[in-house]
């Protein structure tokens, strides 16, 4: 029998996920589209904001423990260090500096989709820690590491900061931690960032700030709709909106129509309908306590063994092993 071949009328998946999105009840929209050129720079500035703790909580605890996470990570035949998403590196030049300056022997390996972020980070590098060996991985988080899986056999360290695992429902973040217990062998490491719950006035300040870099980077959404789907959104018709359940440690920000309005996507020749203070979802920032972290290693199948954490225990950086 002939199989045919399914079409989609969409040339994209940002196309198809605007459409499945907008067209759902209650819209939303996939927070990892806030991400090109400009929502990078949005969130480098929402990254240096004093209202987002996370960067000045997780820098201070890779300062504070360096010497014990370095001895954690190392092994008799030294390691690699593979970093997913690796930005700016600010957080990790921390740790690369130290590695450097007590002769440890590992390779620095950041993976990043974009080849233009890693050339910059190597570049910094070369110059501000040039005994950094570092190997740039250009691609996707899973397939590099199935790629890397026989890399130089010998202990890998996998690291990933910045909370980023927050921007996922829990069915989700277990999916991404399985896939990463998948790459590892029984030596390997996890070392990734869990913002921890708080204060809810702190969370709500951190994702509502006054200087209105979070709704500029929230609206980036509809901006880039407008851009590249022929749509016609007027961001002032649009209201950023955060809020936190403690219960549940879910921080969830919404763009909510300030009143009804019709917005054209003639690219996907939609039509969108928007009732007076209808809602579009866009985007989730878990937070956790170490019950939920435990338990979401456990369903991915892994254990863990370390953490290290402020002195509020504001963030936490855990160790996972398989
Ligand atoms: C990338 N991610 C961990 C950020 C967060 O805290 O959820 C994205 C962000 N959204 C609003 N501010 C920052």
Not at 134 to 161: H, P, W
Not at 204 to 225: C, Q, S, W
Request: charged share 30%.
């Amino acid at each position: 029998m002939k199989s045919t071949p399914t079409t989609t009328k969409y040339e994209t998946a940002f196309e198809e996920d605007v459409a499945k999105g907008l067209t759902s009840f209650p819209k939303y929209l996939l927070s990892k589209y806030i991400y090109d050129e400009k929502g990078d720079k949005l969130f480098q500035q929402i990254m240096n904001m004093p209202e987002y703790y996370l960067t000045n909580c997780e820098l201070g605890i890779l300062q504070q423990h360096t010497a014990s996470i370095a001895d954690s990570f190392n092994s008799e035949k030294g390691f690699d260090l593979i970093e997913l998403g690796a930005g700016d590196g600010k957080k990790t030049k921390v740790l690369l500096k130290h590695l450097v300056a007590k002769n440890y022997d590992f390779n620095y390996l950041p993976v990043d989709i974009s080849q233009h972020v890693l050339d910059e980070l190597e570049e910094a590098l070369k110059t501000e820690i040039p005994g950094v060996n570092i190997k740039t991985q250009q691609g996707t988080y899973f397939k590099t590491l199935e790629k890397l899986a026989d890399y130089n056999s010998r202990k890998k360290v996998i690291m990933v900061l910045g909370s980023n695992i927050g921007n996922l429902l829990h069915e989700k973040a277990i999916d991404f931690l399985k896939n990463i217990c998948e790459a590892m062998s029984e030596e390997d490491m996890l070392f990734m960032g869990f913002d921890q719950k708080k204060d809810p006035q702190i969370i709500l300040d951190a994702y509502n700030d006054p200087h209105g870099i979070t709704e500029a980077f929230n609206k980036n959404l509809l901006v880039r709709m407008n851009n590249e789907l022929e749509a016609d959104f007027n961001t002032d018709d649009f209201k950023h909106w955060e809020t936190y359940n403690p219960e549940t440690g879910t921080a969830a920000s919404y763009l909510v129509s300030k009143k009804e309005q019709q917005v054209k996507i003639d690219k996907l020749g939609l039509d969108i309908h928007f009732d007076a203070w209808e809602t579009i979802h866009t985007e989730i920032s878990q937070k956790y306590d170490d019950n939920i972290v435990q338990w979401l290693a456990k369903e991915a199948g892994l254990e863990v063994i370390e953490e290290f954490s402020d002195s509020e225990n504001c963030y936490k950086n855990y160790i996972f092993r398989r």
